[in-house]
C-alpha cells in the first residue's frame, strides 16, 4: 500500500477524500495535514504550513510518503479578496511540494486544476482540452500556472505529475470554502432548513459541475492509472453535468415543493460569466477510462436524502 499525503486536508475535497482513501489504501497509510489541527481526523494527522519548505520536507520523511495529493490552495472568490497572497499560497505551495517531490524521488504527486483556467476569450461550449486560456481571476491565474510547473517537472525531471481540471464540486460531506460555484452546496442547505435561498449568482448562469462522488473516484482511477496512459501532463478537462441555478432550484423543488428563491447576483457572478459551460472531456475517456455516474437528478435525489438523515456539522 502506498503511503499518501494530503495538504489542505481540512477542506471541500480534502475532508471527503480522506475518508475515500482510507478506506481503500488503510487507516494508517494515509496522512491528512493542514494549516490548522484536524479536528474528529479519525487517523494520523499532523499541522502543516505548505509555504515552509522545511517543514513540508520534514512531515515526508517523518511519514515515508510515497505519494502527495496536494489540496492546499486560497479558492477563486475568496482568492480576489487578497490576489497577492492568494498567489503566494497557491504558486509557492505548489512549487515547494513540486521540488520536494523531486529531491526524494516521490512516486506520484496530485495537483489539481480548475475550470478557473478558463476565462472569456475560451469557447464557452464543449470547450476542448487545449483552448486559449486567459483566466481572469488569480485563482485561476495560479492553476493555470501550476499546470505549467506540473508539465515542466514531469517533462525536466520525470515527475509523475498528475491532474484534473475539476468542475464545481458538489457534496453533503462538507461545506463550501470560497469558491465561485459554492451556490449549489448552499442552495441544498437553505433548501432543507430554511426553505428558501438567495442565490450570488444570476439564474441562467451556467457552469459544469459534478457530484463530489464522482469527483473522488475520478482523483484516484487517474492516480491508478498505469503511467503509460497519462498523455497530458497539464490538466485533464473532466465534465459530468452542467446547469444553471434556476434548473437545480427546479429540481430540488421536487422533493420541496415550498422552497423559494430569489437571486441577488454579486462579484461573484462576473466570475462565473467568464467561465466556460460545458467541457469536452474526451482525453480523459479516452486515455484512462473515465466515466461519470451522477447527472443532475440523481445527485439531487441523493443529497437531499443524506442532509436529510445526516445533518452536515464542520469537521474543520
Known sequence: ????LLTGAGGQLGSVLIPYLREKYGIENVIATDLKPLKNASGPSDVLDVLDYEGVKSIIQK???DQIYHLAAILSAKGEQDP??????NMDGLLNILEISRELGIE???????????GSKTQKENTPQNPILIPETIYGMSKEAGENWTNYYYQKYGLDVRSIRYPGLIGYNSLPGGGTTDYAVEIFHDAINKGKYTCFLNSD???PMMYMQDAMRATVELMEAPIEDIKIRTSYNLAAMSFSPEQIFLEIKKYLPKF???YKADFRDEIAKSWVESVDDSAARKDWGWKETYDLPRMVKDMIYNLRIEPHSSSD
Open 1 to 4: 500500500m502506498p503511503k499518501i
Open 63 to 65: 511519514y515515508e510518503i
Open 84 to 89: 497577492r497572497f492568494t498567489w503566494k499560497v
Open 108 to 118: 506520484k504527486v496530485f495537483n489539481p486544476s480548475s475550470i478557473a483556467v478558463f
Open 205 to 207: 448562469t451556467v457552469l
Open 260 to 262: 423559494k428563491i430569489k
